[in-house]
């Protein structure tokens, strides 16, 4: 499971860090064709768009990696060793059951709902279930790295505040 994990961040970081270059390349471009040539570039903002849509649903599940959520600690930090294990346990659950059903089968859904009607973006006419397809990846990953985090936790490799 390790090994997975690794390869997975590996993949994850690196594929953000794309993504996050590619949008500001095309930011970049389009703000070049609005001023400097007086003729924005049309497929841009709608490239961006869906980029942002990459990086934010993509960089929720690296975030959960890397714990870096909002979260709530009142009880968290109050509770120690096997206690708290056990809460991280139950949240981890948590994120599961929300990843498997909303993101995963209702990405699914979605993917496969748009790709029957045969829906198209309007600049560069992309099916968007292609776009949609993030939902599904990231609540798969999601789901690996809160399994990665429950072994632990269940091993007693683990505490809340760490960071794999």
Do not use: C
Not at 17 to 34: F, H, S, Y
Not at 117 to 141: E, H, R
């Amino acid at each position: 499971m390790k090994a997975i994990v690794s390869l997975l961040d590996k993949l994850l970081s690196k594929f953000l860090i794309g993504l996050m270059g590619a949008i500001v390349l095309v930011v970049t471009w389009q703000v070049a064709t609005r001023f400097l040539m007086s003729s924005p570039s049309s497929y841009t903002e709608e490239l961006a768009r869906f980029l942002l849509i990459w990086i934010g649903v993509l960089g929720g599940s690296y975030a959960l990696r890397t714990r870096a959520h909002l979260g709530i600690d009142i009880l968290s930090t109050k509770l120690q060793g096997r206690q708290k294990d056990m809460l991280m346990i139950g949240i981890y659950l948590a994120i599961i059951l929300f990843s498997v059903l909303i993101l995963v089968i209702g990405g699914i859904k979605l993917v496969a709902l748009t790709f029957t009607l045969n829906q198209i973006s309007a600049s560069l006419g992309l099916k968007m279930g292609y776009i949609y397809l993030v939902l599904p990846l990231s609540g798969s990953i999601m789901v690996i790295y809160s399994i990665d985090v429950i072994l632990d936790a269940l091993k007693g490799r683990t505490s809340f505040e760490e960071v794999n």
